[in-house]
């Protein structure tokens, strides 16, 4: 049973330790078939040398396990919040990739700097609200995914593909389980020269606004010119 | 003898490396048979490309070789001594991985930050005491494992599984040497991690301890529902 | 048709990766045939995995495809204004590596503060202007060409082997293509170095002329001494 | 001839590329048969990827080349001079390892902050004085030996097998090659170390003399009990 999606995001979280985002196990990717509104998902603390399609967990969109016999991710919750709220997306990724959570524990949006962060990103990465007590006591993944989805209250998660949680790390997504993934290498990408641009200038200015539309128009939208279409 | 733990002893020996916590000889791993109080430990100064299981030392708690024809590795008695007073651990694991070292040199605990942080180390990673000129020049690697003894005064080693020694280089342990291995690649990118983190933020603050807690316990003791099980 | 440029295209965009210049598709490399006026570039936004010779697009200096079935770079009419303004130059290549973007988003170049960099380029690498709404509403690439020979008016391509455009990334360039490789391969280098000096001692001070020039020209020049000549 | 030698030299060489210390062709290794004095050295400006032992050019301690048709590393005199005056060491290595080239460029020492740091050096690893014009002009790597030399009267190379040459990088040694590749490593990692230690703390103190005394003894001299002896 959806045997490609169990195959593809097997791909994507191997991908995460190839490109150097996640450390140990922590990181998950998911990858929804929308048809079904069925969600395939890394089994929780499963090494990555021991990965298969086979036992990546298949789960629907309330957290009822349909196939596999492992635990789910223990992020689920945040990962099925946001296919619920965000009906656009395909595909979730969260890690703690090292530069992208320092901006997340130092409670800081990523400021866009550059065309790097404008190719994939329609202007600062946001950071949500912090959870309260409560918040954490009574599901908690779940709440993550709230703050989120609160937080995109006036953003489009379509042209912003990721945010911070605070004191904890980033979640990316995109329009299936490999661009999610990308996003996640581009985040901790411009996250890393972010951070190096202001120690290098502690005042470095945000990329020009007409240069940050032009650089995500080029990648994105009907006008697109970049890749091959 | 004790060839599953001379294998295990090995092979933890052997991720350090891979794991990119050791430069050229400068780690060691051991692991310990309880019921028989023998512990097996890399011999020193060996080259991680030679490394096989026989050359595992077995030496008992108060050092004596049981088995093995080179010398153990110089750190061996600090060893002993946690293996003596934390009697809940199983492996023990010193390296001078770059991060943590840099926060033991700086004789600063490592603050926590962030959920990576609370998923491993139930507060902010302690550091000893100095130790004195007579303390180093008698019996100096026994008198290291002395006064992480006395740092622990106040701690559980079963929730605190690492600490720095200041200008010196962190260890780090766990029910098992491959418990070890991890909480010592998990010490070091939230080494690195808090380093990032308060470049970006001087007063970046310690994460809230709800949330602290939460993590902690969602990984570990017998409400976690992190892994499986 | 160009066989062997386009061979050494490909090889050149393989070696971005493999240097660790490059993440994702963000980079490309092309290579000139000053005698048929030809130029072989890095087809849009392919993997570097799937990468091959064939797919070497060709095309003329005014951008007419002359041999290919994909999209070239989107960064194609920058190279070819280089190769147009500049004359000497075989190989251009552009990538977001790291460091040296860091100093193109602070909008600063990259004083020369040691051998290494005048080993390469001599004197500090400069940052062009950055472009009006109106340059990059119309023919962005071209004009990101325009400002590059702008600010080389009194520069020496041959001497100077890299530019950075400020909220964007460097360009480098090389006798050829392989060349173009090594310069882009030096300036992150030089970038990172850079970086790493001036946070030790922000005062670090620029190196002596006469060192300078020493070091260009014992690796450049009629009387280089450096390599097999 | 000097095939042993040569052999390890080779290695050694590529052993630098290995452990990440060089970038390009920028690092050079040579090793001294001291009966015979003659020096085997990395030919100028090689690729890593076709070094091979045959290549080796061997030389005497004038620089008079003995076998090998290609020309020695443009740093051969800077070898030849320590060779001269060193007379307990057996190889060299030269790199441009990024956080040592950084206290190089910084024209600051080392400073001693921790054990891994009093393993390999007895004290702050020291930098000379810069080459005045008339040295660069006539036998600049000639007159680099020179200061370097200088700059040791009163330090015994064989307790400081490592030195900074300001806006320049470091030069290490060691009694054989194999040795000196291990200090250029060490170099590198206590560099690192001690950049972000000042970062995390900028007053961070210098190691305890008695605490350094210790490490650096129980590695080296008469009463060391690190290794297998």
Redesign the interface.
């Known amino acids: 049973m959806l045997d490609t999606l169990k195959e593809r995001v097997c791909r994507a979280n191997l991908e995460l330790l190839s490109l150097g985002l996640v ?4 990181g998950n990717a998911s990858g929804i078939d929308r048809q079904r509104g069925l969600v395939a998902i890394k ?4 090494r990555y040398d021991e990965l298969s399609a086979e036992q990546m967990m298949v789960v629907d969109l309330d957290g009822r396990i349909v196939e596999g016999n ?2 789910p991710s ?1 992020d689920m919750p945040t990962h099925l919040c946001l296919y619920r709220h965000f009906s656009a997306i395909g595909g979730v990724v969260h890690t ?1 990739s ?2 992208a ?8 949006e990523i400021p866009c ?4 962060h404008a ?1 994939h990103f329609r202007g600062p990465v946001p950071i949500t609200r ?2 309260s ?1 409560e918040e ?2 009574e599901d ?1 993944e779940g709440h993550t995914g709230g703050v989120i989805v609160e937080r995109f209250a006036d953003l489009d998660p379509a042209t912003m593909p990721a945010v911070l949680v605070p ?3 980033p979640f990316a997504w995109g329009r299936d389980v490999s661009e999610a993934v ?1 996003n996640a ?2 985040l901790e ?1 411009v996250a ?10 502690a005042q ?2 945000e ?2 606004p ?2 940050l539309e ?1 650089h995500f128009l ?1 990648k994105h939208g009907p006008a697109a ?5």
Request: no cysteine.
């Open positions: 450390t140990l196990t922590w089994p929780s603390g499963v492992k635990r223990s703690h090292r530069r959570t320092m901006f997340a524990q130092a409670r800081r700097l550059g065309t790097t190719d912090s959870l007590e954490v006591d908690y004191g904890h790390a990308q290498a581009a990408a890393e020269m972010a951070l190096g641009t202001r120690l290098i200038d470095a200015a990329l020009e007409y240069l032009k080029r010119y970049y890749g091959q279409g």
